[in-house]
C-alpha cells in the first residue's frame, strides 16, 4: 500500500496502525467510511427519528422489513411539516444540491477506490470475477445436499411462512399500500416477460400475497357493524369474496406445474397387446348422430381379433340393432333402464369380458390412432386404472356460435382439458370424463362399475378408483371429437347436472374426508366441486354495490381510495397471473361471462343437492339438433332482464347520490356505480349469448386441409387440397378455374394407409378457385371409408391443438365491453320488434278516434245553395 493511503486510512479512524493498511477487511471498509467513526455513530443516532416504530435496541425479524418498506417511502414521500423529527429528507437534498461539486469530488474519489478494490480482487479472488465458475458455484451451493436434509427444508418453509404472514398482516397507511402495490406490480410486469414456469410461480407467489392481504384487511378493517344492515351487507359480501380466494388459491395450486405426460410405446410384438371393448352408449340420438363414431371405433389401428365394438342402446330401437347386425358390431340393450348412462355401461360389462373398456359418447369420433396413444401405459404400469383424454368439438358451442368467436377465442371447456387435468395429472387425480378413455376392467369391476350414486357418475368412478389406491393418467393429445350443445338452453341444462353432480359427490363422498387419498388429490377434487358452487357468490358480486346505491349498506367500510388500493391489486395480479398461466386455453375475464349466464340456473340446483344430495335425475343431453330460425330467448333472459334492471335502477340511485349526498361520500359512491356499471357489461354479454343464431346444416363442417383427386366427367384429373368437409359433403380449392353445371357427377379420391378411397358425389356450384360438393347415394361401405379417411385420420385435429398465447389481458376486457354494448343494442332492437305490432295498432286506433273529433265546416261553393 502506498503512504498516502495508509496516511488516509489513519487519518479517517479505519486503522491504528499502519500495517493493518493491507488486509481486506480495510480495504472494504474504505469504500464505504467517509466520516470519522465518531460522525458516523452520530449520524446513526439521528436517523433513528425517521424509523419511530423500529426498537434497534432490540430488533425483530419483522423489522427488517418495516426498516426497507420505510426507507423507500422517505425517498418517494415527502413527509408532512408537522410529523418530520431529526433529519428533512428534503432539507438534507436541497443542501446537496448546494455542494454539488463536493459530491463529484466524493464520487470521483469513491469511483477510484472501486478500481482499486477491483483490481486487488483480480489478484487475490479470479474466481470471483469469472461468471461461469460462479454460476458453478451457486448451483453447488443449491444441490449441496444440505437442503436435503428435514431439518433445513422445514427451516425454510417456516421462514417463508413468516415472512408471508409479516407481508400480509402488517398494517399500512394509504400512501405505503400504495407504494407497495406500485413496487410490487412494476416487478410482476417485468417477470411477467421473462419465459419459463419459475417467473410463472413468482407471479402465483405475488398473486396469493396480494389476494391474501385484501382478504385479511376486508375481514380485519372493513367489516361495520353499527346497524344490521351493515352488517349483513358485509358479512355476505365477505363470504362471497373467501370463496372466490378459496377458488383462487386452489386453481394456483392445480395447475401451476403440468405434468405434459409423453405417450407410452407399445411392444413391438401384437401379440402382447391386450383385448379392448368399445362401449358407444346412446338412448335417443339420431343414427346420424351415431354412423361416424361406430365407423371410426371399427377402423381403429388394433389387431381384430382384440377389438369389439358394442352399441349400447338404452332406447332399444329397431333401427339401431339393424344398423349394428348389418355392419356386424355387437349390440346390447336392457330390460330394466335405471341409473342411465351408468347402468347402460355396467350392464354391458356384465356381457363382455375384454381386458380394458374404451368408452365414447354417440357422437364422439375416434381417430385411428386412439388406443395406440393410449394403452402403452397400462402395459407399462399395473396400477395404471385410467387414461383420459381431451374432449375436443368440431361444431360451435352456443357461446361461440351465438357470439361468433368459434375458433377465435378459447371456448369454455379449453381451460379444463388444456390445463386443470394436466395439472391434476401431477398429483395423480386426473378425472374421468365419460367419454373419449380407456379403464381396466379388474379395477373397475372391483369398484362396483360405473358409479350410480350421483348424475356425474364420471368423476365419482375415478375418486373411487382412487381410493383404492389406483393410478390415473392425462394424455392432452386430442385423439376424438364430437357435437357441442346445440343450444343455450341445453347448454345450461347440462351444466346443470354438471354442478348438481359434483355437489351430490361434495355430500355423499366428500373427498376431504374419507381414507385413501392424498392430500394433493383431495385439494384437486375439493376444487373441482366448489368451482360449481359459483352460482351464489356471483349473484353476490351481480348486486353488492346496489346495497349501498340503494340502501345506503356499506358491504366495504373503508374509504374509496383505500378501497381502490386493495381492491384493485388483488383483481389485477390475480388477472395477470391467471393470463400468464392460462392465456392459452380461457381469454381474460371470460370465466365471468360463462359464470354471470349460468349462476342464476345452479344456484338452486347446487343449494337443494347441498340440503338432498339424493334428489335429481339423469338428463340427457341433446346432440345434433337443428335451429330452423334466429331468435331471441326471452325465457333465458328472464333472470339477466331482472338483475339489470336493478342494476340500471342502482345507476340511477348513484346519480342522485352525487347531487344530494355528503361531500365526504363522493368517492364511495362513484366507486360502487363504477362497480355497477361493469356488471351491467356482464349482463349484458349474457344477453347477447342469448340470440340463437340459425343453424340448418345437418352435418357439421370441419375446416382442415386434406390432398384430394377431383375426377371430371371428361376423364381428366385435378390435384386439389379441401377446405372444409363434413359427412354430406366437402368444398376443394381448385388449381384453376372449373366450368361445371349444378348436379354435374363427378368423383373425388382421398388416401388412407396407401390406398385410394373414390367417393361418387354431385357439384353444387363452383368459382374461380372453389367447388362445393355433395356425396351422392353412398353405400355403407364409402360412408364407412370416408369417415375413415376423414374425421378418423389419426392428424385429423392436430391443427386444431395449436393455440396462439393471449397477448394481453386488456383483450379480454375490451371483449366484455363490447359484447355488453352488443347485448344492449340487441335488447333495443328486441323490444322495438315486440312493440312495433302494438305500436302500429296504436296508430291505427287513434286514426280512427281522430275520426270522431268535431271539425270546421267546409264553407259553401259559390253559385250553389
Not at 80 to 103: F, Q, T, V, Y
Not at 501 to 515: A, E, H, S, V, W
Not at 631 to 648: A, E, H, Q, R
Request: aromatic share 10%.
Amino acid at each position: 500500500m502506498s503512504d498516502r493511503w495508509t496516511r488516509w486510512l489513519l487519518a479517517s479512524g479505519a486503522i491504528r496502525h499502519p500495517e493493518d493498511a493491507g488486509s481486506l477487511g480495510t480495504v472494504l471498509l474504505s469504500l464505504f467510511l467517509v466520516a470519522p467513526a465518531e460522525g458516523w455513530r452520530a449520524w446513526g443516532r439521528q436517523i433513528r427519528h425517521l424509523f419511530p416504530h423500529v426498537d434497534f435496541d432490540r430488533l425483530r425479524p419483522s423489522d427488517v422489513l418495516r426498516i426497507v418498506l420505510q426507507s423507500l417511502w422517505l425517498l418517494v414521500v415527502r413527509l408532512p411539516g408537522e410529523a418530520r423529527h431529526g433529519p428533512d429528507p428534503s432539507r438534507l437534498l436541497r443542501k446537496g444540491r448546494r455542494r454539488w461539486g463536493e459530491r463529484r469530488r466524493v464520487k470521483s474519489a469513491m469511483r477510484l477506490q472501486w478500481q482499486r478494490f477491483k483490481s486487488w480482487a483480480v489478484r487475490h479472488f479470479p474466481a470471483l470475477l469469472d461468471r461461469t465458475r460462479l454460476r458453478g458455484s451457486v448451483e453447488h451451493a443449491a444441490l449441496h445436499p444440505f437442503w436435503d436434509h428435514w431439518l433445513a427444508r422445514y427451516a425454510c418453509y417456516a421462514l417463508a411462512v413468516l415472512l408471508a404472514v409479516i407481508c400480509i398482516t402488517t398494517p399500512f397507511d394509504v400512501a405505503s399500500q400504495a407504494l407497495f402495490v406500485l413496487l410490487l406490480l412494476a416487478v410482476a410486469l417485468w417477470v411477467r416477460r421473462v419465459p419459463g414456469p419459475v417467473p410463472t410461480l413468482i407471479l402465483v407467489v405475488f398473486s396469493i400475497t396480494v389476494s391474501t392481504r385484501y382478504i385479511w384487511w376486508r375481514a380485519t378493517s372493513t367489516i361495520n357493524d353499527d346497524t344490521l344492515a351493515n352488517l349483513i351487507a358485509g358479512v355476505v359480501l365477505l363470504c362471497a369474496e373467501l370463496y372466490a380466494w378459496a377458488v383462487l388459491l386452489l386453481g394456483f395450486f392445480q395447475t401451476s406445474w403440468m405434468l405434459r405426460r409423453k405417450v407410452v410405446t407399445l411392444p413391438t410384438d401384437t401379440a402382447q397387446w391386450p383385448t379392448v371393448d368399445v362401449f358407444i352408449p346412446t338412448y335417443n340420438e339420431p343414427l346420424r348422430v351415431l354412423k361416424p363414431t361406430v365407423f371410426a371405433a371399427m377402423a381403429l389401428d388394433w389387431p381384430r381379433d382384440k377389438l369389439r365394438v358394442y352399441i349400447l342402446d338404452d332406447g332399444s330401437r329397431e333401427e339401431m340393432r339393424q344398423f349394428a347386425e348389418e355392419i356386424g358390431v355387437g349390440y346390447i340393450i336392457r330390460e330394466r333402464h335405471n341409473h342411465a348412462k351408468a347402468g347402460n355401461i355396467n350392464h354391458a360389462l356384465t356381457l363382455t369380458n375384454s381386458e380394458f373398456v374404451a368408452i365414447f359418447d354417440c357422437d364422439h369420433i375416434p381417430t385411428r390412432s386412439f388406443l395406440q396413444v393410449t394403452m402403452g401405459g397400462f402395459l407399462d404400469d399395473a396400477k395404471l386404472a385410467l387414461v383420459q383424454t381431451p374432449h375436443h368439438f368440431f361444431s360451435p358451442d352456443p357461446f361461440e356460435r351465438n357470439l361468433n368467436t368459434f375458433r377465435k377465442v378459447p371456448n369454455e371447456g379449453e381451460l379444463f382439458y388444456g390445463r386443470v387435468q394436466d395439472g391434476n395429472d401431477l398429483w395423480n387425480a386426473t378425472f374421468f370424463c365419460g367419454s373419449c378413455a380407456v379403464l381396466r376392467r379388474g379395477p373397475l369391476e372391483e369398484i362396483g362399475g360405473i358409479a350410480v350414486e350421483t348424475v356425474t357418475e364420471d368423476a365419482h368412478t375415478s375418486l373411487k378408483l382412487h381410493r383404492r389406491g389406483y393410478r390415473s393418467s392425462y394424455l392432452n393429445l386430442v385423439q376424438a371429437a364430437g357435437l357441442a350443445t346445440e343450444s343455450l338452453s341445453a347448454h345450461i341444462g347440462q351444466r346443470i347436472r354438471w354442478a348438481r353432480g359434483m355437489t351430490q359427490i361434495f355430500r355423499t363422498d366428500n373427498p376431504l374426508l374419507g381414507k385413501g387419498l392424498s392430500l394433493a388429490q383431495r385439494l384437486c377434487y375439493g376444487n373441482a366441486m366448489l368451482h360449481f358452487l359459483y352460482g351464489i357468490p356471483r349473484v353476490v358480486f351481480l348486486t353488492a354495490p346496489l346495497a349501498f346505491l340503494l340502501l345506503h349498506a356499506y358491504t366495504i367500510y373503508a374509504p374509496a381510495m383505500a378501497i381502490v388500493l386493495y381492491v384493485l391489486p388483488h383483481m389485477v395480479f390475480a388477472t395477470i397471473t391467471n393470463s400468464r398461466m392460462h392465456g392459452q386455453f380461457r381469454r381474460s375475464y371470460w370465466g365471468e361471462i360463462y359464470e354471470t349466464v349460468l349462476a342464476w340456473y345452479i344456484t338452486l340446483p347446487t343449494t337443494i343437492a347441498l340440503l338432498f344430495p339424493k334428489l335429481g335425475k339423469f338428463n340427457v343431453t341433446a346432440k345434433g339438433g337443428l335451429v330452423e330460425e334466429s331468435y331471441f330467448d326471452w325465457g333465458i333472459t328472464k333472470p339477466y332482464l331482472v338483475l339489470m334492471s336493478l342494476n340500471v335502477l342502482g345507476l340511477v340511485a348513484g346519480v342522485y347520490r352525487m347531487l344530494t349526498g355528503p361531500n365526504d361520500e363522493l368517492g364511495t359512491v362513484l366507486v360502487n356505480m363504477a362497480w355497477t356499471g361493469y356488471n351491467l357489461f356482464l349482463l349484458g354479454a349474457a344477453l347477447a349469448v342469448a340470440k340463437e343464431s340459425r343453424q340448418v346444416r345437418v352435418t357439421h363442417r370441419v375446416h382442415t386441409r386434406l390432398p384430394l383427386t377431383l375426377h371430371l366427367p371428361d376423364g381428366k384429373c385435378l390435384p386439389c387440397h379441401t377446405v372444409d368437409y363434413s359427412e354430406g359433403g366437402m368444398a376443394i380449392e381448385l388449381p384453376h378455374a372449373v366450368k361445371l353445371a349444378p348436379d354435374t357427377p363427378l368423383y373425388i379420391s382421398l388416401r388412407r394407409s396407401g390406398r385410394s378411397f373414390s367417393f361418387p358425389c354431385l357439384s353444387v356450384f363452383a368459382s374461380a378457385d372453389r367447388l362445393s360438393l355433395r356425396f351422392a347415394a353412398l353405400s355403407r361401405e364409402q360412408e364407412m371409408d370416408l369417415v375413415q379417411c376423414t374425421f378418423g385420420r389419426a392428424d385429423a385435429w392436430l391443427r386444431d391443438e395449436v393455440r396462439a398465447h393471449e397477448q394481453t389481458p386488456m383483450h379480454g376486457l375490451r371483449d366484455i365491453f363490447r359484447l355488453g354494448r352488443d347485448g344492449f343494442g340487441l335488447l333495443i332492437t328486441q323490444v322495438l320488434d315486440y312493440l312495433d305490432p302494438l305500436l302500429s295498432r296504436l296508430a291505427r286506433l287513434s286514426h280512427s278516434l281522430a275520426t270522431l273529433l268535431p271539425r270546421q265546416p267546409a264553407l259553401p261553393i259559390e253559385g250553389k245553395s
